[in-house]
Structures are given as structure tokens and as C-alpha cells.
Nanobody, 125 residues
Framework: QVQLVESGGGLVQAGGSLRLSCAAS???????MGWFRQAPGKEREFVAT????????YYADSVKGRFTISRDNAKNTVYLQMNSLKPEDTAVFYC???????????????????WGQGTQVTVSS
């Protein structure tokens, strides 16, 4: 079992920055760790993911150039640095992890086996 705990969310004005953290505990065997977000009334959408076996990262088009995913394997923690935040970024952000090699399915929520409780990010206009 893997437990994931997100932190770092909050309220920020448009153009501001936040850094989210996701700390994993338990069996830390995850192949991929990633971030998803879900706004009210919308489906959960992919934000970014990173492989723990290689320096592989993927980003949603909507966040490319603004968000950066990184990891600290010693701490078993993944981060999401969010810059130039926009009101449309407002959502609950979820950390996710999987042991499986998910390949091209990295953007699908169903590819991930473990989820955090979410952290609210609110960007005001």
C-alpha cells in the first residue's frame, strides 16, 4: 500500500505561484507519480506526470511552460511548481501514483492506483 498526502494549496492571485508537494509513504515502488486536477462540475484532468525510473515528464498542453513537475526520490516526494497561475487553474489538485508501466496512458486517471486526498488551489482574478 502507498499513501499519498498533498500539501501546498491555497489562495493566490492571478499571475502568482504555488508549489504543491506530494509525500508518499508505505511501499514506495511507484513507477509514475503525477498530478491531476478537478474543477467543480468538470472531470478530473491530467496535469503532469513523472517517471521515477527515468527523467521522463509529460504535461498537459494547458500548463506547459507554466508548471514544472519534479521529484526527490530520497524523500519520496513529488512537487508541482505552478507559475503564472490563471483563474482557470482553480481546482482540487490530486497526487497520484502507480507501480505499473503506463506508457502512453499516463494521462488517464485509471492508470494510477493510489491517490491523495487533494489540495485546493484557488486563483483569483
Amino acid at each position: 500500500q502507498v499513501q499519498l498526502v498533498e500539501s501546498g494549496g491555497g489562495l493566490v492571485q492571478a499571475g502568482g505561484s504555488l508549489r504543491l508537494s506530494c509525500a508518499a509513504s508505505g511501499r514506495t515502488f511507484s513507477t509514475y507519480m503525477g498530478w491531476f486536477r478537478q474543477a467543480p462540475g468538470k472531470e478530473r484532468e491530467f496535469v503532469a506526470t513523472t517517471s521515477w525510473t527515468g527523467s521522463i515528464t509529460y504535461y498537459a498542453d494547458s500548463v506547459k511552460g507554466r508548471f514544472t513537475i519534479s521529484r526527490d526520490n530520497a524523500k519520496n516526494t513529488v512537487y508541482l511548481q505552478m507559475n503564472s497561475l490563471k483563474p482557470e487553474d482553480t481546482a482540487v489538485f490530486y497526487c497520484a501514483a502507480t507501480q505499473r508501466y503506463i506508457g502512453s496512458a499516463y494521462y488517464q486517471p485509471r492508470s494510477y492506483d493510489y491517490w491523495g486526498q487533494g489540495t485546493q488551489v484557488t486563483v483569483s482574478s
